[in-house]
């Protein structure tokens, strides 16, 4: 059975500073991988998605994940992170076709 | 891109009583939706796999006699959860997987269902 990981429940940063969060999956097969943000009160907005290709995929607000096959990971990455970015993140993974399985999310408070 | 809607966005029901919740997909004809479950800071957690003309597949642990889905048409899913109770209170969440893309499903916004 697919699983996801997220280790990091809560992550608090200053402004501008470099954000990496976890996610492992467990899955022996081709898997589909995404990244879900939801800001306070919103509803869920896909980030980024990989499903083949070049390892590392950009997505919207500056985001960037790296799919790595030997380590099943797929971190989520930003380089300089603003107040704006405070949110829920959810890393996600489905197999051929099937549901969509998601991680237990990690809280991002930014420090102005 | 590709929108899903529900409806209602919010509905506060008496302990007891059933709550229909829509969810329609607004550009596109979708096969298969997805109902999910969101706890206050918490994960979605999948209830259900729901099929236009058949019956829906739900996930271990998940009551199919309190929590009915009916996929009547290529747009249109309904989750109706039965006689209520103040546990059910929740954030419910569809999501629609576009007949011509297998591997990604567009999410509606939510029903947030408080039980009284």
């Known amino acids: 059975a697919q699983s996801v990981s997220q280790h990091n429940h809560h992550v608090i940063l200053s402004e501008a500073a470099s954000l990496e969060l976890g996610c492992n999956y467990s899955y022996g097969g081709t898997v589909n991988l995404f990244w879900y943000v939801q800001y306070p009160g919103q509803h869920l907005q896909l980030l980024l998605k990989y499903f083949s290709g070049d390892p590392l995929v950009k997505g919207i607000k500056g985001f960037e994940a790296e799919f790595i096959k030997s380590k099943f990971s797929f971190n989520l990455r930003k380089p300089s992170v603003q107040w704006s970015d405070t949110a829920e993140y959810f890393c996600a993974v489905n197999a051929w076709a099937s549901k969509i399985i998601f991680g237990s999310g990690t809280r991002l408070s930014i420090r102005p | ?116």
């Open chain 2, 1 to 116: 891109g590709a929108v899903v809607s529900q409806h209602p966005s919010r509905v506060i029901c008496k302990s007891g009583t059933s709550v229909k919740i829509e969810c329609r997909s607004l550009d596109f004809q979708a096969t298969t939706m997805f109902w999910y479950r969101q706890f206050p800071k918490q994960s979605l957690m999948l209830m259900a796999t729901s099929n236009e003309g058949s019956k829906a597949t739900y996930e271990q642990g998940v009551e199919k006699d309190k929590f009915l889905i009916n996929h009547a048409s290529l747009t249109l899913s309904t989750l109706t959860v039965t006689s209520a109770h103040p546990e059910d209170s929740s954030f419910y969440i569809c999501s629609a997987r576009e007949d011509r893309d297998f591997y990604e499903q567009y999410f509606g916004p939510g029903t947030r269902l408080t039980v009284t």
